[in-house]
């Protein structure tokens, strides 16, 4: 008679099961991590100083740019077009040591001209005490939709103050796809019940950095402390690879711009590979800590174009926040002020959202 396999053994085998698939996960991501080939432009052939010039520092050769917050501002800049859809994409590189209450962000938005019904495509950086990780959120509005926000949040699986790491964001009329050097993170795919909650008009490109102490770090408790400015955040390999357009003229799409939207949908980023799908379950399963999905306080019916996936869902509790961790005090941001304005107190006053320490 046979003998049945010891629990020691299963055990080995279970483990060596666990490994196998951490390899095959890390060659994937491998695989779709390394950057897009992408043709990049100079700062000033596609960005202006959206506020604080004397805070912007360029390099020699006009590829790069330096966003420096210290005691007396923030700064910013934004994209000298609007864009009809695109692909959007900077390498930066944060400032290191001691970033509580410092905000990094690199996103699209029209609020400047549609200021009750605005859309917006955010990656933000939420600075952190000394010791402590970065953490970064995602957000999409579409028709002044801020009274449901769609956030996410994570941590990275690197130190990005230590080099410079691509952030990439895909918007076409069908989808949005965030990315991190290549690695897809987010997907949202637009659907009829979305309505016009879908980001549609065009958009500029900013980036800014500025002190939100009031809420960025364990929700106001931990102040940007200015006996370590400049904080500065590095900018370079700059990609608007979209249609630029007049945001308020309504006329049918032009022929460039009817051919600029297929050759973006037929673009490698506009499709995840399956190698790119187990990278993504890789980063969601291990370094998302919030979803609006899995809010079911927040949201008692996820919104539309939700896709429950089980084994993210079995992380989080019903307030979205992972399982077997402390609950960090709720943190309200206030709404991003216009964002053409040139002061500061502009750029203070954000919109409402959450973060975690």
């Given at each position: 008679m046979d003998r049945l396999p010891s629990s020691t053994m299963i055990l080995h085998l279970s483990l060596l099961l666990l490994l196998l698939r951490s390899i095959m996960i890390s060659v994937s991501v491998a695989a779709v991590g390394s950057p897009f080939n992408l043709s990049t432009i100079a700062f000033d052939d596609a960005y202006t100083p959206l506020f604080a010039d004397f805070n912007i520092r360029?390099?020699?050769?006009?590829?790069?740019?330096?966003?420096?917050?210290?005691?007396?501002?923030?700064?910013?800049?934004?994209?000298?077009?609007?864009?009809?859809?695109?692909?959007?994409?900077?390498?930066?590189?944060?400032?290191?040591?001691?970033?509580?209450?410092?905000?990094?962000?690199?996103?699209?938005?029209?609020?400047?001209?549609?200021?009750?019904?605005?859309?917006?495509?955010?990656?933000?950086?939420?600075?952190?005490?000394?010791?402590?990780?970065?953490?970064?959120?995602?957000?999409?509005?579409?028709?002044?939709?801020?009274?449901?926000?769609r956030e996410e949040r994570y941590k990275l699986w690197f130190d990005p103050s230590k080099d410079f790491h691509q952030y990439s964001i895909l918007w076409t009329s069908k989808k949005i796809i965030f990315y991190v050097d290549g690695v897809p993170i987010r997907e949202v795919v637009r659907n009829e019940a979305m309505g016009s909650d879908y980001p549609s008009k065009?958009?500029?490109?900013?980036?800014?950095?500025?002190?939100?102490?009031?809420?960025?770090?364990?929700?106001?408790?931990?102040?940007?402390?200015?006996?370590?400015?400049?904080?500065?955040?590095?900018?370079?390999?700059?990609?608007?690879?979209?249609?630029?357009?007049?945001?308020?003229?309504?006329?049918?799409?032009?022929?460039?711009?009817?051919?600029?939207?297929a050759d973006l949908e037929a673009a490698d980023y506009a499709k995840i590979t399956p190698d790119g799908r187990m990278a993504m379950k890789w980063f969601r399963e291990r370094y998302m800590y919030y979803s609006y999905c899995y809010d079911t306080v927040r949201y008692p019916k996820p919104p539309p174009e939700c896709v429950i996936v089980?084994?993210?869902?079995?992380?989080?509790?019903?307030?979205?926040?992972?399982?077997?961790?402390?609950?960090?005090?709720?943190?309200?941001?206030?709404?991003?002020g216009r964002a053409r304005q040139s002061t500061a107190k502009a750029v203070y006053g954000r919109r409402q959202a959450d973060s975690d320490m």
């Open positions: 360029r390099s020699p050769d006009g590829r790069s740019a330096n966003l420096v917050l210290n005691r007396f501002a923030g700064s910013g800049f934004i994209s000298s077009k609007y864009y009809d859809y695109g692909f959007f994409s900077a390498k930066i590189k944060l400032p290191a040591d001691y970033t509580a209450g410092v905000v990094v962000a690199f996103y699209a938005s029209n609020g400047d001209v549609f200021d009750k019904n605005h859309d917006e495509l955010d990656i933000e950086f939420l600075g952190n005490i000394k010791g402590k990780p970065w953490r970064f959120q995602t957000n999409v509005y579409g028709n002044g939709s801020t009274s449901r926000g065009p958009m500029s490109i900013y980036a800014t950095i500025w002190d939100a102490s009031n809420w960025a770090t364990d929700g106001g408790r931990y102040s940007v402390r200015y006996q370590y400015e400049p904080f500065v955040s590095e900018f370079t390999d700059f990609t608007l690879d979209g249609c630029a357009v007049n945001p308020l003229e309504q006329l049918p799409d032009s022929v460039g711009c009817l051919k600029k939207k089980l084994t993210e869902q079995a992380r989080f509790q019903e307030s979205g926040r992972l399982r077997f961790e402390a609950i960090p005090r709720r943190q309200h941001r206030r709404r991003r």
